[in-house]
């Protein structure tokens, strides 16, 4: 952490990344360059300079927060555990295992959950069903540990020929009923039969309406190969099971690298001062986890680890992560039932504002004498992980249900939650600029984004484009310093202020400057050898006894 000196004049220093799934990696190219700029001005510390010791608070929403923890971690030496280089490599190594399903969904699963959901939901307090929800929840957990005790006995009924017991274990491989990804002779009646139909149909629909398109070879091949699609689709278990019944990732590739990143750290351990916004869905209220805050109570000091997971939990991306902490003294248990803060939060850079002015207001001790909405004494670098500026029309989602809301088939997006991240994070982006403006302090707040990222690279989970994510962070660095216009709302270049790799060096050396104040006017510590520590004893004088003087 950055030396602590006298309160007269320096800056809060104050780092904000927003969430974005794999889309991280640009903001942690930015800090790439940004971080190499320090190790130039720091000559004397060569390549031991870190992000964390030039910034006070260090925030981060969803895939933020990973970053952020990555950056403030201790590691055995109580520095800090990650470059921004390494951050990188940690994506571009483990971001396909984060974003993956090792488990294969059979038809069995499928109906059984399904059942479980609709028990559950349908009468929760009835005991009978409850008791038959628990059931069934036994029988679904059993299940893999049975699954090649039944494949055994399986393949025994299937080769004794056993009449109407073979038919049905015949019906339970076939793969038409189990994941409709291969290609036998039942598939292929299946693929033949909805070829023949929906191209019969959409040809009586086309001579109805006087077109000659359903009589083109293309025409027809293409609506051959959209109903194998739409075969291969609604017959795979996988697809029913992720875009229904559970979140698209079962989220244990994301917990094992974490789990063997951050090990057993305390948020109280990081180097510099962290704040990770959440949301408690049973509350219904954020909850912010601050260093200050875990300093002061042990409820509020979980694992490094439980927050990362709980800030990255996106909805029907990752499942919610539940944890408790306990504090002994006094006795007190708390439980968090945890989502992603991107859904009011993907931005944090309010978030990491409030939480230094209630600071203040608690009387809290902070490098720099400010007061709340003081912006003059704040310095704050804002990276996005890019929005898609995907608009729509009311005609075209008039008629939208759950499901093209959730996931858009025609253009493959995600309106209901592209929406939720680009509203929100214009809107504190706004806010903000508003804000240091009223204060003649403009230049205080950098904030560098993508605001019109390319559909092809706007989902939070293809690591497929992570090597084109990259560049888009590189050519970030050579665009032209951005603002938001109060006056417009809009997200426009700034005149005279060249490209945001001259204003990150600029930062750069800011921060340099800030570190060289406070260690110029931090009190001198007094060291005293042991020898030079001496103790004086003066002697105890005695007392006078009292004489008694006979006449």
């Not at 291969?182 to 023949?196: G, L, P, R, V």
């Not at 019944?245 to 962290?274: A, C, S």
């Not at 204003?503 to 931090?522: H, I």
Request: hydrophobic residues 40%; negative net charge; proline residues 4%.
């Amino acid at each position: 952490m950055a030396p602590h000196a006298t309160k007269q004049g320096g800056e809060l220093r104050i780092l904000c990344i927003d969430g974005g799934g794999i889309r991280g990696l640009i903001p942690a190219k930015i800090l790439e360059y940004l971080e190499s700029e320090l190790q130039v001005y720091i000559l004397c510390y060569g390549s031991t300079a870190r992000l964390a010791d030039y910034f006070d608070y260090i925030v981060g929403t969803s895939t933020g927060a990973l970053v952020t923890t990555m950056l403030t971690a201790p590691n055995k030496d109580n520095r800090p555990l990650c470059t921004a280089k390494e951050i990188i490599d940690l994506y571009l190594k483990e971001g396909g295992g984060i974003f993956r399903n090792d488990h294969k969904a059979t038809w069995a699963q499928v109906v059984l959950e399904a059942v479980l959901l609709y028990i559950k939901y349908y009468d929760g307090k009835n005991e009978i069903l409850r008791s038959l929800h628990d059931m069934l929840a036994l029988g679904l957990s059993l299940e893999p540990l049975l699954r090649p005790i039944l494949d055994v006995l399986l393949a025994k009924v299937h080769s004794a020929s056993a009449g109407g017991l073979q038919q049905l274990v015949v019906a339970a491989d076939d793969p038409v009923m189990n994941n409709g990804l291969e290609c036998d002779e039942a598939s292929a009646t299946m693929e033949e039969y909805i070829q023949e139909h929906a191209g019969a149909i959409l040809e009586a629909l086309c001579l109805v309406k006087g077109l000659a398109a359903a009589q083109d070879a293309s025409f027809q091949d293409g609506i051959k190969e959209f109903a194998e699609g739409l075969r291969k689709t609604l017959l795979n278990p996988d697809f029913i099971r992720y875009a229904f019944l559970r979140p698209k990732y079962d989220g244990e590739g994301l917990r094992k690298v974490v789990k063997e990143k951050l090990g057993n750290h305390r948020l109280q351990e990081t180097v510099t001062n962290v704040v990770v916004p959440t949301f408690d869905i049973k509350r219904n209220q954020p909850v912010i986890f601050s260093t200050s805050k875990a300093r002061k109570l042990q409820v509020m000091d979980p694992y490094l680890r439980d927050i990362c997971i709980a800030a990255t939990a996106a909805p029907t991306y990752f499942p919610a992560h539940k944890f408790t902490t306990l504090s002994l003294w006094p006795l007190h248990y708390e439980e968090f039932n945890l989502i992603d803060a991107g859904v009011f939060a993907n931005n944090p850079t309010t978030v990491a504002m409030n939480e230094i002015w209630r600071m203040i207001d608690r009387g809290e001790e902070l490098p720099v004498d400010m007061s709340p909405m003081d912006c003059t004494k704040l310095r704050i670098l804002s990276i996005g992980t890019g929005v898609v500026n995907q608009s729509y029309t009311a005609d075209e989602c008039n008629w939208w249900g759950l499901l093209p809301w959730v996931y858009n088939v025609c253009n493959q997006t995600q309106p209901l939650i592209g929406t939720l991240m680009y509203s929100t994070g214009s809107l504190v982006d706004y806010n903000v600029a508003l804000l240091f403006k009223s204060q003649c302090c403009e230049e205080n707040y950098l904030r560098i984004q993508e605001d019109n990222l390319d559909t092809a690279f706007g989902a939070m989970d293809d690591t497929s484009n992570m090597d084109k994510l990259i560049e888009i962070g590189e050519n970030l660095l050579e665009r032209q310093v951005y603002r938001t216009d109060c006056e417009t709302r809009k997200y426009a270049p700034v005149e005279g202020k060249g490209t945001n790799k001259e204003a990150l060096t600029n930062l750069a050396q800011q921060l340099v400057d800030e570190r060289r104040r406070r260690e110029a006017t931090a009190p001198v510590p007094i060291l005293l050898s042991v020898t030079e520590i001496t103790t004086v004893v003066e002697p105890r004088r005695k007392r006078l006894k009292h004489t008694h003087v006979v006449q």
